[in-house]
């Protein structure tokens, strides 16, 4: 199974910081890597599809980049409604695996 | 407007079954690969099983193998987890979730999920 790894594991920060968030995967996934943001309580929302590329309706605050092992999920100014859990999943390989997740919480 | 919702979530014991139906609505669900998804209070989500379009691909999460079945039943827009000989770890939130038209096979609209608790 491909496992994916996140970095940092927790991250505190401050409205307007710009952040990133690390994706790592076993072994190369091409550009089949996706990236959600959730909020307790709520189902996973998609933010970048294909590494790279913004889901429609998702602020252009957020941007992906990376391919093969090494993913990056940038948030250029983060918002108070920013503030959540963010994952990253592969679905190059089956089964399809998620990231434990980063967690953005106020400094 | 495009949406997905899951019922048939419970409580139930260790050994016990129980099915999930997920009904879209706003889409044609049978041009579409679905997914079930999973969260266990506190963790990560988890991928749990995928059926295609026509049902001639289906897989699952190893631990799930031989005791959770996905169908699906395109002419009532829905598709379904049978799930069987349910264990204690089987506790999650169970999220049904397709897989867009964008590009890189991303799961782009999911359920609000259901509970399935097992417990004795």
């Known amino acids: 199974d491909i496992q994916l790894t996140q970095s940092p594991s927790y991250l505190s920060a401050s409205v307007g910081d710009r952040v990133s968030i690390t994706c790592r995967a076993s072994q190369g996934v091409s550009t089949y890597l996706a990236w959600y943001q959730q909020s307790p309580g709520k189902a996973p929302k998609l933010l970048i599809f294909a590494a790279s590329s913004l889901q429609s309706g998702v602020p252009s605050r957020f941007s992906g980049s990376g391919s093969g092992t090494e993913f990056t999920l940038t948030i250029s100014s983060l918002q108070p409604e920013d503030f959540a859990t963010y994952y990253c999943?592969?679905?190059?390989?089956?089964?399809?695996?998620f990231g434990p997740g980063t967690t953005v919480d106020f400094k | 407007e495009v949406k997905m919702v899951e019922s048939g979530g419970g409580l139930v014991k260790p050994g016990g079954s129980l099915r999930l139906s997920c009904a879209a609505s706003?889409?044609?669900?049978?041009?579409?690969?679905v997914n079930w998804v999973r969260q266990a209070p506190g963790k990560g989500p988890e991928w749990v099983a995928s059926?295609?379009?026509?049902?001639?691909?289906?897989h699952y999460l190893d631990s799930v193998e031989g005791r959770f079945t996905v169908s699906r039943d395109n002419a009532k827009n829905s598709f379904f987890l049978q799930m069987d000989s349910l264990r204690a770890e089987d506790t999650a939130v169970y999220y049904c979730?397709?897989?867009?038209?964008?590009?890189?096979?991303?799961?782009?609209?999911w359920g609000q999920g259901t509970m399935v608790t097992v417990s004795s």
């Open positions: 706003g889409f044609t669900l049978s041009t579409y690969i």
């Open positions: 979730a397709r897989v867009g038209f964008q590009g890189g096979d991303a799961f782009d609209v």
């Open positions: 999943l592969q679905i190059d390989t089956y089964p399809f695996t």
């Open positions: 059926i295609s379009a026509r049902s001639d691909y289906i």
